[in-house]
């Protein structure tokens, strides 16, 4: 059945567990491309190079019912008194999904989180922004 | 249930200043005792007749300029609160009383001395009396509560988060500069148009907005005629304006915002009694004989 995605079908998986107050996320795809175009030819000409992917997200600075902060696994990635910096252990699961009902559409792969900000400001919600970079290999693109 | 008319609702303007107190200094060519005025640096619109204003010395010295006659026990202290009339040259004469201030008369000025050297003071709004504002014609409060938007992915439905609560209204009042019938009783609509000139300490107030005053009641039941139910707001006028029409009377209009909190009291018990949920005695640990004190009304 055909169908229009919008916000109520996105969700943001954290090691498979759904955050529940994410408002955005973006997810973008790059390709580098290596010329070859040769003396002679009319036309340039590329062949693939390496591939890459980034996205962002912005989650609600939510405390659950349990305590857990919704944002703070992003937050704890790059913003802690470690003194050893971010690791390799610091790579996080993150899944992006558009969903309808039990069609889900996911993007899913191994990421650092590069940047994570966050404020208080009057009148206005606590929100995080986070960006992330994938490492290797999508684990699951089943946009299509 | 009942309908109520506006007839019965009532404002009280209490004076107040914003930013604190002010500076300056008393030299001993500004004080004229023999016409019981004198004055020290302001800006104009900074005090206006009928203010009751606190000077302090800075210095510890006592405020010599004002005589015996100014003080609750006749001493010549460093630090005292009057009623002021501001003349038209500046000049200020201390009153004890409102009504007194507002018409200003020089025999009713409290008498000043000459003094020798300069007294540096510091000067503040300091009223502590509401009054009626006078031919208030009609108010108006609004509460707006800020809500934002924490609808996050997945939501079918739009969630709010309510933030921060702010308020704005407006008077209205015919306008007249003094109340010659029942002096110092009602605050005077003019003292809306001062308030808003009053760029140095600010324009802020302090009002009580009764939604139903003390007298009245639309029904039979008599105990409900000393109820109250009113709005207590501290503002700062933004717009004060006044229409000059030959087929209408002359009415001023004072547009304000509210800061702080807005409070929405209620006083429905019979005055001085003292109100618990249980229905024994209170028992009291101390002898027979000990009294509870209640801070009651007068």
Same mark, same amino acid.
């Given at each position: 059945?055909?169908?229009?995605?919008?916000?109520?079908?996105?969700?943001?998986?954290?090691?498979?567990?759904?955050?529940?107050?994410?408002?955005?996320?973006?997810?973008?795809?790059?390709?580098?491309?290596?010329?070859?175009?040769?003396?002679?030819?009319?036309?340039?000409?590329?062949?693939?190079?390496?591939?890459?992917?980034?996205?962002?997200?912005?989650?609600?600075?939510?405390?659950?019912?349990?305590?857990?902060?919704?944002?703070?696994?992003?937050?704890?990635?790059?913003?802690?008194?470690?003194?050893?910096?971010?690791?390799?252990?610091?790579?996080?699961?993150?899944?992006?999904?558009?969903?309808?009902?039990?069609?889900?559409?996911?993007?899913?792969?191994?990421?650092?989180?590069?940047?994570?900000?966050?404020?208080?400001?009057?009148?206005?919600?606590?929100?995080?922004?986070?960006?992330?970079?994938?490492?290797?290999?999508?684990?699951?693109?089943?946009?299509? | 249930?009942?309908?109520?008319?506006?007839?019965?609702?009532?404002?009280?303007?209490?004076?107040?200043?914003?930013?604190?107190?002010?500076?300056?200094?008393?030299?001993?060519?500004?004080?004229?005792?023999?016409?019981?005025?004198?004055?020290?640096?302001?800006?104009?619109?900074?005090?206006?007749?009928?203010?009751?204003?606190?000077?302090?010395?800075?210095?510890?010295?006592?405020?010599?300029?004002?005589?015996?006659?100014?003080?609750?026990?006749?001493?010549?202290?460093?630090?005292?609160?009057?009623?002021?009339?501001?003349?038209?040259?500046?000049?200020?004469?201390?009153?004890?009383?409102?009504?007194?201030?507002?018409?200003?008369?020089?025999?009713?000025?409290?008498?000043?001395?000459?003094?020798?050297?300069?007294?540096?003071?510091?000067?503040?709004?300091?009223?502590?009396?509401?009054?009626?504002?006078?031919?208030?014609?009609?108010?108006?409060?609004?509460?707006?509560?800020?809500?934002?938007?924490?609808?996050?992915?997945?939501?079918?439905?739009?969630?709010?988060?309510?933030?921060?609560?702010?308020?704005?209204?407006?008077?209205?009042? #015919?306008?007249?500069?003094?109340?010659? *019938? =029942?002096? /110092? +009783?009602?605050?005077? %609509?003019?003292?809306?148009? !001062?308030?808003?000139?009053?760029?140095?300490?600010?324009?802020?107030?302090?009002?009580?907005?009764?939604?139903?005053?003390?007298?009245?009641?639309?029904?039979?039941?008599?105990?409900?005629?000393?109820?109250?139910?009113? #709005?207590?707001?501290?503002?700062?006028? *933004? =717009?004060? /304006? +006044?229409?000059?029409? %030959?087929?209408?009377?002359? !009415?001023?209009?004072?547009?304000?915002?509210?800061?702080?909190?807005?409070?929405?009291?209620?006083?429905?018990?019979?005055?001085?009694?003292?109100?618990?949920?249980?229905?024994?005695?209170?028992?009291?640990?101390?002898?027979?004989?000990?009294?509870?004190?209640?801070?009651?009304?007068?």
């Amino acid at each position: 059945m055909a169908k229009i995605y919008t916000g109520r079908d996105g969700s943001l998986l954290f090691a498979g567990t759904t955050q529940a107050k994410v408002t955005s996320w973006s997810f973008q795809a790059d390709l580098e491309v290596l010329e070859t175009t040769t003396l002679g030819d009319s036309q340039r000409s590329y062949t693939p190079g390496i591939q890459g992917f980034s996205g962002s997200a912005t989650l609600l600075y939510y405390k659950a019912d349990d305590g857990s902060i919704d944002a703070g696994n992003f937050l704890s990635k790059v913003i802690n008194a470690g003194a050893t910096g971010v690791t390799t252990s610091d790579v996080v699961t993150l899944t992006l999904r558009l969903a309808d009902g039990a069609d889900e559409n996911d993007i899913a792969f191994s990421a650092y989180i590069t940047s994570a900000s966050i404020g208080a400001s009057v009148g206005e919600i606590t929100s995080a922004q986070v960006s992330f970079q994938t490492t290797g290999s999508l684990t699951t693109a089943s946009l299509s | 249930m009942s309908v109520y008319l506006g007839s019965y609702g009532n404002v009280y303007l209490k004076r107040k200043s914003a930013q604190g107190e002010k500076a300056s200094v008393v030299n001993p060519a500004d004080v004229n005792a023999s016409r019981k005025r004198f004055s020290f640096d302001f800006e104009s619109g900074f005090l206006v007749s009928g203010d009751q204003v606190e000077i302090t010395s800075t210095n510890g010295a006592t405020l010599a300029f004002v005589t015996s006659a100014g003080w609750l026990d006749a001493t010549v202290q460093s630090s005292g609160k009057w009623y002021i009339n501001v003349d038209e040259l500046g000049g200020i004469r201390l009153y004890s009383n409102f009504s007194a201030a507002l018409e200003g008369n020089v025999s009713d000025a409290i008498a000043l001395a000459d003094i020798a050297t300069d007294i540096p003071i510091t000067v503040k709004i300091a009223n502590t009396i509401p009054r009626m504002l006078g031919q208030c014609s009609a108010f108006e409060l609004n509460t707006n509560r800020e809500a934002v938007d924490t609808t996050a992915l997945s939501d079918e439905f739009r969630s709010q988060y309510s933030t921060l609560m702010s308020g704005s209204g407006q008077f209205t009042a #015919y306008w007249d500069y003094i109340d010659v *019938t =029942q002096p /110092g +009783v009602q605050e005077a %609509p003019h003292y809306l148009l !001062q308030l808003a000139l009053r760029t140095e300490i600010g324009s802020e107030f302090s009002a009580q907005f009764f939604l139903k005053a003390s007298g009245y009641t639309t029904g039979n039941d008599v105990d409900l005629v000393t109820d109250q139910l009113w #709005y207590e707001i501290d503002g700062i006028i *933004t =717009q004060a /304006g +006044v229409s000059f029409t %030959p087929d209408a009377a002359v !009415q001023v209009t004072a547009d304000f915002v509210t800061t702080g909190p807005i409070r929405l009291k209620a006083k429905l018990a019979t005055e001085d009694r003292l109100l618990q949920e249980q229905g024994f005695g209170m028992q009291l640990e101390q002898d027979p004989s000990a009294l509870l004190l209640l801070d009651k009304d007068q």
